[in-house]
């Protein structure tokens, strides 16, 4: 068919799903005035209303249906372009959500891969201290090209430093920080992915108590399964017994829980009303860390030389090298990447993505030759793939149901 001069076959279907739009929102609004009017023969039936004021009634909510109408009719009309339906704008979040998962994917394989090549000689806190410092001078550079002067003072002000729960999250991602790259001296990145997906269960429990969240019964049982499969991992895996693993992995355990109670605070800080904005909030914690880490690094000095009787040093540096300066840089992407990931979505969605990582770093180790997979292990890693795709879809699926229900409410 020849098409005119002047127009295209996207333009016409453009127009074409302006006009079946317009005209799905005129039958809604002429829906809407003529249940007005049979509103308004009720109450004059009844006798509440008089008959002219019965009239003026009707035909006031006609007007104003029709204008609301035709509000997004004209604006589709004037641009060639339909007005986004909420199906839409709930695909374009799914779409951004995956981009982040992905990014975040890379940056914690890349936080586990760094962490473990980096030489060990090095005092873990002073790694944990230039990361909060870099972090810190990020957030208040942002600050100053939003908001000016103001907003260096509101990441800088003591009442937000030390609102309880932004000072909680800095302490426990101080000791959670620090117990990780302690780890590190003994045990591969692979090895403490594995043992780290305990933080799942206990945050999914914990949030339920801290900050309300209910999980429907089949998430529950896709959570439980996957820290069951990451278990069966450890245990093919380890060849260990409860009590050797209880004492290989101390460090590994105190990060868990400090882990899982920093990213509970500081989801409450990013989703509470009212909120400051995100980079504030993280200058903030990053300004707590650093006060923490401080602290730490001047007890364990002061330790040391107690214990060994040598002279107390702020040589805090000693042993650094370039595979540090990888550990520092990976950690301050990592940070800003993990509090846009529990902002967005959740602690339990980013630990559940934690698992996939988990997978990804024990591919690595068998692509390097380190160790071989069993068919055991390899069952198990495509089934912790498999439960992650289902806690995406039930998840959304759960997100899409409440949304619906909202629309839906008296």
């Given at each position: ?367 390097r030759g380190k160790r071989s997979w069993t068919l055991a292990e390899v069952l198990v890693a495509v089934m912790i793939v498999l439960l992650t795709l289902q806690f995406a879809a039930l998840s959304h699926e759960d997100k899409k149901n409440a949304a619906w229900r909202s629309d839906t409410a008296p």
């Open positions: 068919m020849a098409v005119p001069l002047g127009s295209s076959s996207g333009l016409e279907a453009r127009r074409a799903v302006s006009w079946r739009q317009a005209d799905h929102l005129v039958t809604e609004s002429s829906h809407r005035a003529d249940a007005s009017r049979a509103g308004a023969k009720r109450l004059v039936a009844s006798g509440h209303l008089r008959p002219f004021v019965a009239v003026f009634a009707s035909s006031t909510a006609a007007a104003v249906s029709m204008r609301s109408a035709r509000r997004p009719l004209l604006r589709s009309l004037r641009t060639g372009k339909a007005t986004p339906t909420p199906q839409e704008g709930s695909e374009k979040a799914a779409f951004w959500s995956i981009c982040l998962v992905a990014v975040y994917i890379s940056c914690d394989v890349g936080v586990n891969l760094c962490s473990e090549a980096a030489s060990q000689g090095y005092q873990k806190a002073s790694a944990v201290l230039v990361t909060s410092l870099v972090s810190a001078v990020i957030g208040a550079v942002w600050a100053v090209r939003h908001d000016g002067w103001r907003g260096v003072q509101q990441c800088m002000a003591p009442e937000n430093v030390f609102y309880r729960s932004n000072f909680f999250a800095s302490v426990l991602f101080a000791c959670s920080s620090i117990s990780l790259l302690k780890a590190f001296e003994k045990q591969s990145a692979a090895f403490i992915k594995l043992v780290g997906q305990l933080k799942l269960p206990l945050a999914a429990f914990l949030a339920r108590y801290f900050l309300g969240k209910r999980y429907s019964l089949a998430l529950k049982l896709n959570i439980w399964t996957i820290s069951c499969a990451c278990g069966a991992i450890v245990v093919l895996r380890t060849n260990l017994n409860f009590w050797g693993i209880f004492n290989k992995l101390k460090y590994i355990l105190f990060m868990v829980i400090s882990n899982v109670g920093a990213n509970l605070a500081a989801e409450s800080s990013l989703k509470r009303p009212n909120a400051l904005p995100f980079h504030v909030i993280m200058t903030n914690m990053r300004i707590g860390e650093i006060i923490c880490t401080l602290v730490f690094l001047f007890g364990y000095n002061l330790l040391q030389r107690l214990q060994h009787e040598s002279s107390f040093s702020w040589n805090i540096f000693s042993g650094w090298d370039q595979t540090i300066l990888l550990v520092v840089g990976s950690h301050v992407l990592d940070t800003w990447i993990t509090a846009l990931m529990v902002k967005r979505l959740s602690s339990v969605h980013k630990y559940v993505v934690k698992c996939f990582t988990m997978v990804v770093l024990f591919g690595i180790t068998w692509y």
